[in-house]
């Protein structure tokens, strides 16, 4: 009687499984991605440029209000929380990720307007006591911008874990990554055609009325995408509810008891340790790159901006080949752990290129960089996402979110900070060695602390282990329901 009944819920299990996803469907999901690439570049690239040279916004400012936003990473464990727990409108995810885009659009130009004010105050009043009030408004305005950015892109993310299987997943998360970088260089080339009018003497009210239409439009487009990129994906393709502990019960797993789940076993600190020294590694060099360029390899504004293009490039290379190919042949660890090798070795060759200052060399290294870069980015997200569990993906997919951010937001300050402690110990060092300027060993320090910090992130990578953090993820689920109940 149970064998029957065990083969009878086998088929039914089998004839109720979603169907599994086809290239199309994978590659609409990207498109999403592609959105988010978009407003990255606006936000970051036309409101930082208006501000600093058509403003008169002090750098810092400019730069440290924008930044508000990453600091509000925190809430993505929130958002992806209530995702697994509090349905929206009959969905668990689709709804949290249309409205917290409509979020993003909206405060994108609002956002907007604040600039404006801001300007126009430093134009009539100069800069002063009288102009914070408008700089704090528009920390607020980021931060807002920052919660709406969390709320629709880790229940995506989460959405990605509930669609995927073991055999899909490496094919659509290298998808998702492509077409960020298409919506990133979508981003630049509005970019570029906003500031044509910038170099064209236009006022102050032709340009505000051209950027403003640009922030009603591709904001608007970018919603348009997010919809049709995610409508009826949950209804259809989602395995949430086959997968979870909780999905036919009424309770369901608190924000308490997942943060119980989700430090039951030493994996998660493992893993979020080894994000955190992967990303910083990683993004290190993204504030001293162009400057390395131009102080060591005298290459002018528009030959360093092409190192950028390197970097993107071997990127997008990196990560189709490592999800359609890679991954499927090697495993997801030894893709990680020849991806960190292979970036730390570039990062070498990117440091020592200085002794030769040859541009062509840096660039060729930039590349090949791009290229490890996109190996190691896409076998970790891939990683990332088998480190969850059904019943809190979203609480999982939250927490590697955070530790991103938090090295993101770091790297930048850690970068600028060694290639400081770089030239005051050259300036200490005795001088008349002869030879090549030791200029490029102040970087050089930077390009080798990144190295070795890929090699840490593979030792730590060597600690984590996916089925002991499945297993006690899964008894914690059970004995936060069963203490509930109790």
């Known amino acids: 009687m149970d064998t029957r009944d065990r083969a009878d819920k086998s088929a039914v299990d089998q004839q109720d499984a979603p169907p599994g996803l086809g290239l199309l469907t994978m590659l609409r999901l990207g498109v999403f991605n592609m959105g988010l690439g978009i407003m990255s570049l606006l936000t970051l690239g036309v409101l930082n440029r208006i501000m600093i040279d058509e403003l008169q916004v002090p750098a810092l400012i400019a730069a440290g209000t924008i930044a508000v936003h ?7 464990i929130w958002f992806g929380q209530l995702s697994d727990s ?16 409509m979020a ?9 307007q604040v600039v404006w004010l801001l300007g126009d105050g430093i134009a009539t009043q100069g800069w002063g006591p009288q102009i914070y009030p408008w700089v704090g408004l528009l920390g607020v305005m980021f931060a807002i911008y920052g919660l709406a950015l969390s709320a629709t892109s880790t229940p995506f993310t989460a959405l990605l874990v509930d669609v995927s299987d073991e055999q899909t997943r490496s094919r659509l998360v290298g998808i998702g990554w492509a077409m960020l970088m298409v919506g990133i260089i979508t981003g630049v080339a509005i970019t570029t055609v906003v500031l044509q009018a910038i170099d064209l003497d236009t006022s102050l009210a032709e340009l505000q009325g051209s950027v403003n239409r640009l922030f009603i439009i591709a904001p608007a487009v970018v919603c348009g995408l997010a919809i049709l990129s995610t ?19 009424e309770d369901k797993v608190t924000l308490r008891q997942a943060f119980r789940v989700l430090t039951a076993s030493r994996q998660t600190g493992l893993f979020f340790t080894f994000l955190l020294v992967l990303s910083l590694s990683l993004f290190m060099q993204d504030a001293i790159l162009e400057p390395y360029g131009g102080e060591v390899f005298n290459m002018p504004i528009s030959e360093t901006a092409q190192l950028n293009a390197a970097f993107g490039l071997g990127t997008l290379v990196g990560i189709i080949l490592t999800g359609f190919w890679i991954v499927p042949r090697l495993g997801k660890k030894r893709t990680v752990t020849y991806g960190c090798l292979g970036a730390a070795l570039c990062l070498l060759l990117i440091g020592l290129s200085g002794t030769t200052a ?3 060399l840096l660039l060729t290294a930039v590349c090949c960089f791009g290229f490890a870069s996109g190996i190691l980015t896409l076998g970790a997200i891939v990683l990332m996402l088998d480190l969850t569990v059904a019943e809190t993906a979203g609480t999982f997919v939250g927490a590697w979110g955070l530790a991103q951010a938090i090295a993101r937001g770091s790297a930048t300050v850690l970068g600028g900070g060694v290639l400081d402690l770089g030239r005051g110990l050259l300036a ?10 030791p200029t490029w060993l102040a970087y050089g320090l930077v390009f080798f602390m990144q190295a070795v910090g890929m090699v840490v992130a593979v030792w730590l990578l060597k600690r984590v282990d996916i089925q002991e953090f499945q297993a006690n993820a899964k008894q914690a689920i059970t004995a936060a329901l069963e203490s509930d109940m109790d």
């Not at 509090?86 to 885009?101: A, C, D, F, K, V």
């Not at 993003?104 to 907007?112: D, G, K």
């Open 231 to 249: 409508a009826g994906i949950e209804k259809n393709y989602s395995r949430r509810r086959r997968r979870s502990l909780t999905a036919d019960r």
């Open 70 to 76: 990453q600091f509000m990473a925190p809430a993505r």
């Open 358 to 360: 040859e541009p062509v």
């Open 104 to 112: 993003v659009a909206i405060t994108s130009f609002l956002a907007l």
């Open 86 to 101: 509090r349905p929206l409108l009959g969905y668990h995810r689709s709804s949290y990720i249309w409205l917290g885009i």
């Open 428 to 437: 200490l060092a005795p001088s008349g060695t002869g030879g090549a300027s």
